[in-house]
């Protein structure tokens, strides 16, 4: 009897490792509500210029809640609170505020803080690439600010996102780390305009 079960065992593992795409992502769904982690990002357009490198880190809550920070190599923030959106740029010294409604829904943001993605998006398997499994995903607003998006899967965890919007530029964000349900707190997604900072929006 040991023996059967150790055999069926055997047999489902290799099925849980082959994983879909989009089961990966359901997973991730169900069972990922908060996230911390770096990244790097490059981004490349048409005219074949040395595509443009950064690096920062993230903290994400769902729904809605996330803090992505931009360090390298040049600073910018962004901070929703689930219900508003804050763009720091300290450079300018200028933060843009708006309301976060529907705009999460439809942009790369939603993926990983949440929302009606089959709603917002037609999701699709997009085999595999480089030890990772994909989903495309494509907005099903014309106003979506972008064309189409690729995001990678492995262990039920995102790896890479590749979004392409429509100006035909690219830009790919390698998750570096990516801790699911970490401890955070509140006061990570709050957030104050510097002392003489230019406040503009809603």
Known sequence: MKKIICL??????????????????????????????SFVQSVANKSGRKPQQSAGSFVMARPGKFRWQYDKPYEQLLVSDG???????????????????????????????GGDLEGHFVLK?????????????????????FE????????????????HDNFGQVTTLIFVEFHSNPALSKDEFKFSPPKGADVVGE
């Not at 763009?87 to 933060?95: A, E, G, K, T």
């Not at 942009?107 to 990983?112: D, G, K, R, T």
């Not at 189409?148 to 979004?163: C, Y």
Request: glycine share 12%; charged share 20%; proline share 5%.
């Open 125 to 145: 398997d997009a085999g595999q690439a480089g030890g990772v499994d994909m989903v495309d995903a494509t907005p099903k607003a014309a106003d979506g600010g």
């Open 148 to 163: 189409r998006m690729r995001i990678g899967f492995r262990d039920n965890l995102p790896r890479v996102m590749e979004i």
């Open 8 to 37: 069926i065992g055997g047999l489902l593992l290799p099925l849980a490792a082959f994983a879909s795409g989009l089961d990966q992502l359901k997973a991730f769904l169900e069972t990922t509500h908060s996230a911390r982690g």
């Open 83 to 113: 219900e508003k959106l804050w763009s720091f740029d300290p450079d300018l010294n200028q933060v843009t505020v708006k309301k976060l409604g529907r705009a999460l829904g439809s942009s790369p943001a939603a993926l990983l803080a």
